[in-house]
Every structure is written in structure tokens, then in C-alpha cells.
């Protein structure tokens, strides 16, 4: 029988401490003449192995991941570190490969003594790596969508503490697809972990509004040509649901147009089938008045908060999502804040576990696990979160917008609550 261990840390414990720090890098900051980095028990930096999609069908993601990687560990350092320590990064390809993405892990606890490992996107390789990760005692912080850590399927040495799963998603959004564009639904998604997600769990969720899937289409991740999967959609069909993925997304929503004509049924896309793809794309003005998913909206919204303005500038992303330096490279928006916002949370959990070392790994899953309410700020400017301890998994806000004028606009917010589901596993009873 395994006992839960017993922790130092609470809810209530971590805020007061967030906030003492908070206000002493405040008051440091105020002092003239002081700068770089405060007084520590060791000036070695925290090393924090990136696991980045550098190659492979993640590469557009693991590029923008990387950038915004590199802009919080900008922004934290400038702020005097983790702990008066900086923070430097370790980063390996794993190639969105399983298999190396386990290897990357290894290297990063016995060749490159990383502190902790961060980054993962793509689910089957989280599931090839957080195996070994538990195995070396390493923490493993992913920034992926899927339900594998709420799942209960990982370990105690896995979190997702920066950006919603997939099961949430759609729980929170199944209502306005109903209500709005129809209860009959074909599915089209990518035959992996990530895309029998959807299948399994928006399935469900759309039965609880009282629709249906009426078609299920799975389809290769490194396909190149989708016109051959389309004649499987039943006429009956009043909603197309597609969440594609990779280097393809852009042949997949032209010959979905070009299939259609303008007589397509209602469209509700996640925008992973258009993330790092301008919109506005030859080809792709069948999608005027169309709705997506969308993690952390990709314009500028009228009512854009100065959070993510800020944010914006930190990783040169201009108002319409893409690159500052460079107008047609356009970002993957709706992820990657996934990345800011774990490493600030990272932050919080060393300085309020007082991490100086390896032999403090179990404080710091101990005072993440601790973590709760995480208002709108510029540490969360995606939106406030809400993360479960034992589940190891964050809830947050999910946005569906409307393709007008060839950009997206923000047309429904859903609520913390719409999001919520019942414990599947209680990672803190687990013993280190």
C-alpha cells in the first residue's frame, strides 16, 4: 500500500510566500545601483533541460516554443533569477520522436545535470518520456494538451501546470457547438494520443448536449493529401469538427474548401489545423465566417488586456500573430504561452520550496502541487488558471472565435467551471 507522504507545503503557505518574494524583488528592484542577481547559497546556475520539437512533425511548434522559451528565461534572469541564481537552458532535439524524447530525458539528468526537464508538446512523445523521467527522479514539466498526465496514466515527476488538456476543451466548448452551429458532428483528427482525444472525449461531450458523431475520421500525422478521407462524410452531417496537426495543416484546410465549395455544412476547427499559417492564405477564404478553438487568441482583441500586450512584446509577436521581424512568419499563438507561463510557475514552486539542488526535486513537485488560484497577470497572460494538486493538470479559459474579415474574433469565453471534470487520479499520494 502506498501512503501519502506527508508535505510541508499548503495552499495558503505558497501565496504568503509568493508574495514576500514578490515584494522583496520589488523592493530590490527600487534600490539604486543593485542589479543582476541577489545573494544565494550557490551561484551555479538552475539548469532546465528544454525538450524541444526541433525536427519532425512538432518543428513549426518546437520553433515558436523555443522563442517564447527563451523570452521568459530573458525575463526571469532580468529579474534576478530563480533563488538569486540565473537560469540557464539545456536544450536537445528529440526529433518529436518517443523514443528520443526518453533519450533526451536521460541525458538531461546523467550527462547535462539538469535540475528539472520541461517542454514537451506532442503527446506520444510525453508518454515515451515521462516514463524515464520517473525513473530518474527528474521532474518533467510538459506543455502539451493532452490527458495523459490527468489521466493518471504518468507519474508523480510529470505536470502540466501551464496549459489546459484536451478533455477540458472540449467539456467547456461542446455547449456552444450545440447550441450554435449543430448537434450532428463528423470528426476529423490525427491518428495519435492527442487526436484520439478529441475523438473520445468531445464524443462524449457533445452526447451530453444531445448530439452525436455521426463519422469518425482518422488520419496518418504525416499525411500529405487529405481529399481521399473527405467522401467518408455523411450528408447528414451539420458540423465538421477538424483538429489536424504538422507540416500539412495547410493542404488539409485548402482541399477541405476545395471539397466543399461554398456549400460546406458548419465548421468548427481547433486551430491547430492553422497554427503557424496565415489565415489569410490563397485558398483559404472559405473559412470567412467560420469558428475556431483557440488556446490564447492569435489577434489582437479589442479588448486586449496589457498582460498580453506585454507578452507580445517579450516574444516579438506583433498584433496579428506573427513575427515582429517578420510579417509572414506566423507564430503558433494559441500554444505557446503554454511555455511562459510553466516557467514562471517553475519560478514560483523553487523560490517558495526554497530549491537549491537535486535533493530539493520532491520540495519543489510538493509546493507546484501546492498551487491553486493564478490570476491574470504578466507571469499568466493567456488568462487566470486554476491547477489541481493531484492531478497535476491546470484549467483555464478557452476561446472560440469567428473568422471575420479574415482575422479571428473572439466571439464566446468560456469559464474556469465549464471546464472541470472529476478527479481521475491523486498523483500525491504516490510516494518520491
Given at each position: 500500500?502506498?501512503?501519502?507522504?506527508?508535505?510541508?507545503?499548503?495552499?495558503?503557505?505558497?501565496?504568503?510566500?509568493?508574495?514576500?518574494?514578490?515584494?522583496?524583488?520589488?523592493?530590490?528592484?527600487?534600490?539604486?545601483?543593485?542589479?543582476?542577481?541577489?545573494?544565494?547559497?550557490?551561484?551555479?546556475?538552475?539548469?532546465?533541460?528544454?525538450?524541444?520539437?526541433?525536427?519532425?512533425?512538432?518543428?513549426?511548434?518546437?520553433?515558436?516554443?523555443?522563442?517564447?522559451?527563451?523570452?521568459?528565461?530573458?525575463?526571469?534572469?532580468?529579474?534576478?533569477?530563480?533563488?538569486?541564481?540565473?537560469?540557464?537552458?539545456?536544450?536537445?532535439?528529440?526529433?518529436?520522436?518517443?523514443?528520443?524524447?526518453?533519450?533526451?530525458?536521460?541525458?538531461?539528468?546523467?550527462?547535462?545535470?539538469?535540475?528539472?526537464?520541461?517542454?514537451?508538446?506532442?503527446?506520444?512523445?510525453?508518454?515515451?518520456?515521462?516514463?524515464?523521467?520517473?525513473?530518474?527522479?527528474?521532474?518533467?514539466?510538459?506543455?502539451?494538451?493532452?490527458?495523459?498526465?490527468?489521466?493518471?496514466?504518468?507519474?508523480?515527476?510529470?505536470?502540466?501546470?501551464?496549459?489546459?488538456?484536451v478533455k477540458s476543451q472540449v467539456q467547456a466548448m461542446a455547449p456552444f457547438v450545440a447550441d450554435n452551429l449543430g448537434k450532428k458532428v463528423t470528426m476529423i483528427f490525427p491518428d495519435f494520443a492527442f487526436g484520439h482525444d478529441h475523438r473520445d472525449f468531445f464524443t462524449a461531450a457533445i452526447e451530453a448536449q444531445g448530439g452525436q458523431v455521426v463519422e469518425s475520421i482518422a488520419i496518418p500525422p504525416t499525411e500529405t493529401s487529405f481529399s481521399k478521407y473527405f467522401p467518408r462524410i455523411p450528408r447528414e452531417t451539420e458540423v465538421i469538427y477538424h483538429v489536424m496537426v504538422g507540416p500539412a495543416v495547410l493542404t488539409f484546410v485548402k482541399e477541405l474548401g476545395e471539397f466543399f465549395g461554398p456549400n460546406s455544412p458548419e465548421i468548427f476547427g481547433f486551430i491547430d489545423s492553422l497554427e503557424a499559417v496565415d489565415i489569410k492564405s490563397p485558398g483559404l477564404e472559405f473559412l470567412e465566417g467560420t469558428y475556431f478553438w483557440e488556446g490564447n487568441p492569435r489577434n489582437a482583441q479589442a479588448d486586449q488586456s496589457s498582460h498580453d500586450k506585454a507578452y507580445r512584446a517579450a516574444v516579438g509577436v506583433d498584433d496579428n500573430g506573427a513575427s515582429t521581424d517578420d510579417a509572414q512568419d506566423v507564430s503558433t499563438y494559441s500554444h505557446m504561452f503554454g511555455c511562459w507561463e510553466t516557467l514562471n510557475i517553475i519560478k514560483r514552486g523553487m523560490e517558495t520550496a526554497g530549491y537549491q539542488g537535486p535533493a530539493d526535486r520532491a520540495k519543489l513537485i510538493e509546493a507546484v502541487e501546492a498551487m491553486s488560484d493564478m490570476p491574470l497577470s504578466d507571469d499568466h497572460p493567456q488568462g487566470a488558471k486554476r491547477f489541481n494538486g493531484k492531478t497535476h493538470q491546470t484549467f483555464g479559459h478557452q476561446y472560440i472565435s469567428k473568422v471575420t474579415d479574415g482575422k479571428l474574433v473572439v466571439e464566446h469565453t468560456t469559464s474556469i467551471d465549464d471546464g472541470l471534470y472529476e478527479d481521475e487520479v491523486d498523483y500525491t499520494t504516490q510516494s518520491f
Open positions: 500500500m502506498v501512503t501519502k507522504p506527508e508535505s510541508k507545503f499548503t495552499r495558503r503557505g505558497v501565496l504568503r510566500t509568493l508574495a514576500a518574494g514578490t515584494g522583496a524583488i520589488a523592493a530590490t528592484s527600487a534600490l539604486p545601483g543593485l542589479s543582476g542577481f541577489a545573494q544565494a547559497q550557490s551561484s551555479a546556475p538552475i539548469k532546465i533541460g528544454f525538450q524541444v520539437h526541433r525536427t519532425g512533425i512538432g518543428a513549426a511548434y518546437g520553433r515558436w516554443y523555443n522563442r517564447t522559451t527563451e523570452a521568459a528565461v530573458k525575463r526571469i534572469n532580468d529579474m534576478g533569477g530563480i533563488n538569486g541564481r540565473p537560469v540557464e537552458l539545456v536544450a536537445e532535439d528529440d526529433g518529436t520522436d518517443p523514443k528520443r524524447g526518453a533519450e533526451v530525458v536521460e541525458k538531461f539528468a546523467t550527462q547535462h545535470g539538469c535540475d528539472i526537464a520541461f517542454g514537451t508538446l506532442f503527446s506520444h512523445v510525453v508518454y515515451g518520456s515521462a516514463p524515464r523521467a520517473g525513473e530518474l527522479k527528474l521532474p518533467y514539466f510538459v506543455v502539451s494538451e493532452g490527458h495523459h498526465v490527468a489521466s493518471g496514466k504518468l507519474n508523480r515527476y510529470t505536470l502540466q501546470p501551464g496549459i489546459t488538456d
